[in-house]
């Protein structure tokens, strides 16, 4: 069965910095692509980007391109997900997500990472 | 503004069929499938439907996904009370190099 697990909610300032882990046991990690999905309060689902494990390659919303990075460490088998220069709109609650083996579809969720940025 | 484009919300009575109809382009819809999600309150999505009409397994058959050159639709059937929740249909996007979603469609069990 697999799993995957993020790391606890996370308060931060706006213009502060965010790192939320994703860690996965039941699959080879390196296998398909990492997605990171939000949804901000009262709003719908916003993709963020996606990831090769193997490469490192990613790709990312143009909304949010420049402050973002998804990185991944295979020894531990544990994707990241940072994102800088927070914002007030980018409070929400933030999912890794693995993509399915026959199409592109975002198969397994994670329980959801929410990361709120108050002044 | 999402790329692909639902209904806000649909209602129904129990045991109705009921229909989201999901509206894309040829770089998204055209070209890749439609996935269909389940959320609910406080929990992850959950994959209904993948590859625009198969269904994971565990997912009962009341179900049924569909696709026509830039469209789809999630149909209902048999209408349970544990089915109010939102939905979202996803696609890849070509020109995006990423995948869409639509914004979502509240479904609610008169």
């Known amino acids: 069965q697999e799993h995957l697990v993020q790391s606890g909610a996370e308060v931060r300032r706006p213009g502060a910095s965010v790192k939320v882990s994703c860690k996965v046991t039941g699959y080879s990690f390196t296998s398909v692509d990492f997605n990171w999905v939000r949804q901000a309060p009262g709003q719908g689902l916003e993709w963020v980007g996606w990831m090769n494990p193997t490469s490192g390659e990613a790709n990312y919303a143009p909304k949010i391109q420049g402050r973002v990075s998804m990185t991944r460490n295979y020894s531990i088998s544990t994707a990241y997900l940072e994102l800088r220069s927070l914002r007030s709109e980018d409070t929400a609650v933030y999912y890794c997500v693995r993509t399915g083996l026959s199409g592109y579809y975002l198969k397994s969720w994670g329980q959801g990472t929410l990361v709120t940025v108050s002044s | 503004q999402s790329v692909l484009t639902q209904p806000p919300s649909i209602s129904g009575t129990p045991g109705q069929w009921v229909s989201i109809s999901c509206s894309g382009s040829?770089?998204?819809?055209?070209?890749?499938?439609i996935t269909w999600y389940q959320k609910l309150p406080g929990a992850a999505p959950k994959v209904l439907i993948f590859n625009n009409f198969e269904r994971p397994s565990g997912i009962p058959d009341r179900f049924a996904g569909s696709q026509s050159d830039t469209s789809g639709a999630l149909a209902i059937s048999g209408l349970q009370s544990e089915d109010e929740a939102e939905y979202y249909c996803s696609s890849w996007d070509g020109s995006l190099n990423g995948v869409v979603f639509g914004g979502g469609t509240k479904v609610t069990v008169l």
């Open positions: 040829g770089s998204n819809i055209g070209k890749n499938a």
